[in-house]
């Protein structure tokens, strides 16, 4: 499908989602809330069919972190880029690691790198950082750590 | 749940004990582990000598490579990457200096193309030499490692006399490559080439014709195309499982779309599968190489760009093949000479996360065969 007739598709399919320019791939913004049913329609609506998640992560734009899903299909090979934003004083959304099992990993560290509560997740612990880890998450740009310099 | 210190504390041996169902035991394979090829430490619980659950442990090689990128300009962060992956230094060199590359809107010049490419494909081979070679060490054989270094130091010769360097190489940087090849690099590589022909019957007739390493890797830690694609596996251990995921093929860059090659695949899905896509995607990376080493094109090997760069605000994602898989490079940048977020997404880190799905159910005995085939490279993991 070219991005055309993908974006025709999703508007049609996803009335709440947003679209922004720029990029070789299509972007959306969905609210959180609306995250865990897009998700499920976008790997299972049989024209879409985005069946590999590639790349999970989380950005800190210091007033509000946004999570960026970046789906693919196998089947079609159109990709597709999702964004959730998020409060950065509670940032929660729903896991989404039951719909692609890669997600739980990458939702594990993106949970310990930038404080993101999953909700519904199978196993939401530390996997990076050691046990005992407190303070702040170290993804987050307000981290500074005075022992360990990582500032070059 | 299960932690060192409770371990030691329920058993009067420090790494193994009694817990949950009666006969279920823990063991610790790790973090110092031959077997894991660094510090890999997992967690298995076991009932007999069948898994119940694998749980990997990382971090103990964790650098924050991420946010040291952050404080790092765009022509510095990529001498960081170079020590994720450090078997595919120059792809994971290439797949940064393109994403820069992407946000500059500069073109390289052929000659760089191609130098990139042969690079490229020569650190495959290594790659592979290496894993071949460890991963037949951890089944208790050592000859093959010798027979596999023998190439591979062939190839890191060759390396040394372009880049200076043999394992973390820097040779990519944005706008091409950092200066010219070596008089010596054709001969050298046509040398390899040789030398690899005459040597390759080697490998079949040690390993994959033997019937004990056979009996070993079938039908051990076996992966459905379904459950690769949603656990995100790249690389030969996706096409072991029939995914056609070559980055290569699906979405070319530099000049692969150019040259012959096939996307090896395979549909057994187990250990044996993913062990033949290796080595028959060496016998490919030769084909890319001969194509090329006659008909590099003179020119300049670097494009003129500014000392000091600024991408414009914006996203770019490029995704690359390194011997592991797909390597994604992703870049929030806020127009400044920093990059402000950026995203390494590693093969070796959803190629991982598998491990539990395929090891539950098999003997702890295979489980060196399956963490083999995958071939996990542990700072491509932590990062």
Known sequence: ?152 | MYRETQIIAGSSHPSFAEVGQPGEFIINVGPQHPATHGVLHLVITLSGETIKKVEPHLGYIHRSIEKMCESLSYRQFIYVTSRMDYLSAHINNHACAMCVEKGLQVEIPPRAQVIRVLMDELTRIASHELWWGAMAMDLGAFTPFFHAFRERETINDIMEETCGARLTMNYMVPGGVMQDIHPDFQKRVKEFIQLYKRKVHEYDEMVTGNIIFQNRMKNVGVLSAEDAISYGCTGPTGRGSGVSCDIRKLYPYEIYSTLEFDEVLETGGDSFARYMVRIREMNQSIRIIEQLIDNIPEGEVLTKTKAVLKLPKGEFYTRVETARGELGVYIVSEGGTNPFRIKFRSPGFSNLSVLDHIARGSKIGDLVAMMGTLDLVIPDIDR
């Open chain 1, 1 to 152: 499908m070219t991005n055309e007739e993908l974006k025709a598709k999703i508007t049609e399919l996803l009335p709440a989602a947003t679209f922004e320019e720029g990029g070789e791939w299509i972007n959306i913004n969905i609210e959180s809330k609306d995250w865990l049913s897009a998700a499920e329609l976008l790997r299972h609506e049989s024209s879409l069919f985005f069946n590999y998640l590639f790349c999970l992560t989380c950005i800190d734009w210091k007033t509000h972190l946004t999570m960026v899903y970046h789906l693919s299909s196998t089947q079609y090979r159109h990709n597709l880029v999702v964004r959730c934003k998020l409060d950065r004083n509670k940032p929660e959304i729903e896991s989404v690691s039951h719909i692609w099992r890669t997600a739980e990993f990458h939702e594990r560290e993106v949970y310990e790198l930038f404080g993101v509560n999953f909700l519904n997740h199978p196993d939401l612990r530390l996997l990076i950082l050691p046990d005992g880890w407190e303070g702040k998450n170290p993804l987050r740009k307000d981290f500074e750590d005075p022992v360990n310099m990582i500032k070059l």
